[in-house]
């Protein structure tokens, strides 16, 4: 079995003379989501300054022509709207999500670098919780029409009682390494010459260190000898939460060469760290875009050399 922390001494440490890596989009929520208030009909009804983040049918947001998010009144919303309760902002202003398909909105995977991170965070919590309603709004169980409760946070079948809460799908991405060497991959789909960490879904019955020497095997059969905890990602595409952690191999071993999954991957190999740093620079790679927790790993892997 791998341990859950490398034997390994630290890498050296991220040279500050470099440019750190780019934020984490979606990680930087600032409100209080308030939870006790989503039984309180009345005292909901009379929060202040209540607006609302709309969701379009893509994944897409309402913004400003600044480019920030641009939440509505709720006073302008049909009176019969639906409203999910995200929260209360630092002003102690309610905060709701409302599904506005179809309407003229920018896409939130456009968008997620450019975004101020607290609204980011914000736009990822409305577009989950708004794409999770517009799947459940039947019984999982007998089919039956589900009704909101909790401000939009359960739906309840009234026909067998069954309860739906929101989902989020919990998924890692490693960065498999040996010493001065990591492991990147071109996925199917991917824009070409896009080079990636190895990623997947954690299975039911799994723990996410698991999942990364699971994934890590069949994707490359590259065997992971400890894994370690790095941060993690939400990200509402539909419903992830993406769990980052470096992969080791074992040290005293002969580094295994990748055999790809070729259902899966295009292409697999060891990059020794200056030639990736060499490759990215002169652009004859691409990374996965800023603010998705696949380029924080991987440049925070090359700035430490
Ligand atoms: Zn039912």
């Known amino acids: 079995m791998p341990h859950n922390?490398?034997?390994?001494?630290?890498?050296a440490p991220v040279d500050e003379h470099l440019e750190a890596p780019p934020a984490i989009a979606f990680a930087g929520a600032t409100l209080d989501r308030a939870a006790h208030l989503r039984d309180d009909s009345e005292r909901?009804?009379?929060?202040?300054?209540?607006?609302?983040?709309?969701?379009?049918?893509?994944q897409e947001i309402a913004v400003t022509g600044a480019g920030t998010l641009?939440?509505?009144p709720v006073a302008d919303l049909p009176s019969d709207a639906v409203l999910t309760f995200l929260g209360l902002d630092r002003s102690g202003g309610a905060v709701f999500a409302y599904d506005a398909a179809p309407a003229e909105l920018a896409s939130l995977r456009s968008l997620m670098a450019e975004l101020d991170p607290a609204e980011a965070a914000l736009a990822a919590y409305a577009v989950g919780m708004i794409g999770w309603h517009r799947v459940h709004?039947?019984?999982?169980?007998?089919?039956?029409?589900?009704?909101?409760?909790?401000a939009g946070h359960r739906r309840r079948c009234?026909?067998?009682?069954l309860m739906q809460f929101p989902?989020?799908?919990?998924?890692v991405t490693m960065l498999v390494q040996n010493?001065?060497?990591?492991?990147?991959?071109?996925?199917?789909?991917?824009?070409?010459?896009?080079?990636?960490?190895?990623?997947?879904?954690?299975?039911?019955?799994e723990t996410p260190e698991a999942a990364v020497v699971r994934e890590a095997c069949e994707e490359t059969g590259v065997p992971i000898h400890a894994v370690e905890y790095v941060t993690s990602q939400p990200w509402p595409f539909p419903a992830a939460l993406m769990i980052g952690f470096w992969a080791f191999v074992d040290p005293e071993r002969e580094t295994t060469a990748p055999t790809p999954e070729p259902s899966e991957l295009v292409e697999a190999r060891w990059w020794d760290r200056a030639e990736l740093a060499d490759a990215v620079e002169n652009d004859r790679i691409v990374l996965p875009p800023p603010g998705t927790i696949g380029n924080y790993l991987i440049s925070t892997w090359v700035a430490r050399g």
């Open 179 to 205: 010493r001065d060497q990591c492991l990147l991959s071109r996925r199917h789909g991917a824009p070409e010459n896009r080079w990636s960490a190895l990623a997947g879904f954690v299975e039911p019955g």
């Open 70 to 72: 641009a939440l509505a």
């Open 158 to 161: 009234p026909n067998c009682g």
């Open 44 to 58: 909901l009804r009379a929060l202040e300054n209540p607006r609302a983040v709309l969701v379009g049918t893509g």
């Open 167 to 171: 989902r989020t799908d919990p998924a």
């Open 5 to 11: 922390r490398t034997p390994m001494a630290d890498p």
């Open 137 to 150: 709004r039947h019984c999982g169980r007998c089919g039956h029409a589900t009704k909101v409760e909790q």
